[in-house]
T-cell receptor
Framework: DSGVTQTPKHLITATGQRVTLRCSPR?????VYWYQQSLDQGLQFLIH???????AKGNILERFSAQQFPDLHSELNLSSLELGDSALYFC???????????FGPGTRLTVL | AQKITQTQPGMFVQEKEAVTLDCTYD???????LFWYKQPSSGEMIFLIY??????QNATEGRYSLNFQKARKSANLVISASQLGDSAMYFC???????????????FGSGTQLTVLP
């Protein structure tokens, strides 16, 4: 158990819908990273938050957004969902930018 | 160019034998970190081992060791005494240094599926 929690574990929804994925980092970790793992794109970095502030964006679509709250949990919002958004979404946390990242169990999103 | 290359889509190893999973990387950054993660069929990503670009010695963590050859830009994972539970996908990842205040996300390779045979 990495200490990072993600909910829900599975999510099935329809095209055009909006979903919110939630992540709670390890106790004391200020950094939260979101990654997407799909069959065709592999593991890709989406976005990073540090202590409530957005620090970097990767290959994140404009339909996707995220935030980190004062209690350090983070949410990834995916809207206008398409079939191609079906993937495993991971959240990872680290104590600082130099430390290893510990991954949550992931949320498997299926868009029908 | 790919930043992280894992050329072995699949590998087989006999139980109790050692196996090496290859990883080469491409960066012009003098300060970087290399990581290996294990992803079993259940899907979670498990951190295995870390090597910093300035580390003088190869990293080791139990049965895992990292064969770091800086000049060749390779960071191969060696698993000794393989166990059936080692069957999983293994990802090599790199974190590059960026200007202060920016993020240090991981860039992943495509992975190697390791199967340990009884």
């Amino acid at each position: 158990d990495s200490g990072v929690t993600q909910t829900p574990k599975h999510l099935i929804t329809a095209t055009g819908q909006r979903v919110t994925l939630r992540c709670s980092p390890r106790s004391g970790d200020l950094s939260v990273y979101w990654y997407q793992q799909s069959l065709d794109q592999g593991l890709q970095f989406l976005i990073h938050y540090y202590n409530g502030e957005e620090r970097a964006k990767g290959n994140i679509l404009e339909r996707f957004s995220a935030q980190q709250f004062p209690d350090l949990h983070s949410e990834l919002n995916l809207s206008s969902l398409e079939l191609g958004d079906s993937a495993l979404y991971f959240c990872a946390s680290s104590a600082s930018r130099n430390n290893e990242q510990f991954f949550g169990p992931g949320t498997r999103l299926t868009v029908l | 160019a790919q930043k992280i290359t894992q050329t072995q889509p699949g590998m087989f190893v006999q139980e109790k034998e050692a196996v090496t999973l290859d990883c080469t990387y491409d960066t012009s950054d003098p300060s970087y970190g290399l990581f290996w993660y294990k992803q079993p069929s259940s899907g979670e990503m498990i951190f295995l081992i870390y090597q910093g670009s300035y580390d003088q010695q190869n990293a080791t963590e139990g049965r895992y060791s990292l064969n770091f050859q800086k000049a060749r830009k390779s960071a191969n994972l060696v698993i000794s005494a393989s166990q059936l539970g080692d069957s999983a996908m293994y990802f090599c990842a790199m974190r590059e240094s960026v200007p202060s205040g920016s993020a240090r996300q991981l860039t992943f390779g495509s992975g190697t599926q390791l199967t340990v045979l009884p």
